[in-house]
């Protein structure tokens, strides 16, 4: 199947200092890459579809002035997180999906500790 | 929000079928049934989707009722390794295309 990178696959960080994630489509291009954030023992939750080329689009709830995504590449994602705090502390997740099949390829998640 | 509803854990013994149930009685026709899985600190990993007619793969089967309300992932032979939390998810459409929403899903543990 296809393969979906990310980088790093963790990372510590002080607080007020920002951090960016990437994540890249490896065998395929990628249309549409989308973003979450799973907190210990809870479930994935969406933080924001991002096409190539367009803005991102940001959940209910997520400040889009905090979490900056690029999709520069129908190969790249990337997702900042900008000033971090504690409790930005999480396990974040990127997908991305082909052109035609209805699937969605998951990476290995990047854990992000904020101190 | 998720449109779907799974139990919150099942166990299994290791070599036995492992039958995880999903109900998701507000389907719309055009919506697809797909689950994942995620074994602890990893990335979700896609198992199988179906529309209406049962599916079968390599790793599961899924067994889809005739008004598809609902939904069964049978892993045949359970290993150790299935431990995981599965998601049972049905795929939404929204901005630019569909977007996949994750319920709580079902933690398994296979013991031996």
């Known amino acids: 199947g296809a393969v979906v990178s990310q980088h790093p696959s963790w990372v510590i960080c002080k607080s007020g200092t920002s951090v960016k994630i990437e994540c890249r489509s490896l065998?395929?291009?990628?249309?549409?890459m989308f973003w979450y954030r799973q907190f210990p023992k809870q479930s994935l939750m969406l933080m924001a579809t991002?096409?190539?080329?367009?803005?991102?689009?940001?959940e209910q709830g997520v400040e889009k002035d905090k979490f900056l995504i690029n999709h520069a590449s129908l190969t790249l994602s990337t997702l900042t997180v900008t000033s971090a705090h504690p409790e930005d502390s999480s396990f974040y997740i990127c997908?991305?999906?082909?052109?035609?099949?209805?699937?969605?390829?998951f990476g290995p998640g990047t854990r992000l500790t904020v101190t | 929000d998720a449109k779907t509803t799974q139990p919150t854990s099942m166990d299994c013994a290791e070599g036995r079928a492992a039958n995880l149930p999903c109900n998701h009685s507000?389907?719309?026709?055009?919506?697809?049934v797909y689950w994942y899985r995620q074994i602890h600190s990893q990335g979700p990993q896609y198992i199988i989707h179906g529309l209406k007619n049962n599916e079968t793969n390599e790793m599961a089967s899924l067994i889809i009722t005739e008004d598809r309300k609902s939904s069964t992932l049978i892993l045949p032979h359970a290993t150790l390794r299935d431990t995981a939390v599965y998601y049972c998810?049905?795929?939404?459409?929204?901005?630019?295309?569909?977007?996949?929403?994750f319920g709580a899903g079902t933690r398994l543990f296979v013991k031996a």
């Open positions: 991002s096409n190539e080329g367009s803005k991102a689009t940001y």
């Open positions: 065998d395929f291009q990628a249309t549409t």
């Open positions: 998810i049905v795929r939404v459409e929204g901005t630019g295309g569909f977007k996949t929403i």
């Open positions: 997908s991305a999906r082909d052109w035609g099949p209805l699937e969605q390829y």
């Open positions: 507000t389907i719309s026709g055009n919506e697809y």
